[in-house]
């Protein structure tokens, strides 16, 4: 998670389960989405590059979506699949699948100082705890 002003503009990266929040006119707007592995978009993403969710976690191993570390969920190598879904066995070639990615969304939000007090960023230590509004209130 980083955060990063210029000028007028905040711009919030997020990679993992940290989170970033705004006190936007005295309530928590969100910055970031967590990159948890029960994540609608991110379970399609990862299904659709041949991977899997066991017990709410990637390859059963692993509760984020995404990280920069966990090589282990990085550069797989797998068989081919033919068009019908079946692995492709008439050939040597491999094909290098990565589910965990350490891309991150970026959101770009403009700043209003008359509205915007305050930002956080902290980990899912926090997050898994009290909600944004809760973070929010405790800090004003």
């Known amino acids: 998670m980083v955060a990063l002003i210029i000028g007028n503009k905040l711009y919030c ?10 006190c936007r006119n005295g309530k928590a707007m969100d910055l970031s ?11 399609e993403r990862i299904k659709s ?3 899997y969710i066991v017990y709410g976690r990637v390859l059963g191993r692993l509760a984020i979506s995404r990280a920069f570390g966990d090589f282990d ?4 190598e797998m068989p081919p699949k033919n068009l019908d879904g079946t692995e492709n066995t008439t050939t040597n070639e491999k094909v290098i ?4 990615l350490c ?11 008359k ?3 305050f930002f956080i960023l902290a980990s899912d230590g926090l997050f898994d705890r009290f909600s944004s509004d809760e973070c929010i209130s405790l800090v004003k």
Do not use: W, Y
Request: net charge negative.
């Open 13 to 22: 990266a997020n990679v993992g389960d940290a989170r970033g929040i705004m």
């Open 115 to 117: 509205t915007d007090d």
């Open 73 to 76: 969920c990085k550069n797989i």
């Open 103 to 113: 891309e991150p969304e970026i959101r770009v939000v403009d700043l209003n100082p």
């Open 49 to 51: 590059n041949g991977g």
């Open 97 to 100: 699948k990565s589910f965990i």
């Open 33 to 43: 989405v967590d990159h948890k592995a029960k994540r609608q978009d991110e379970q």
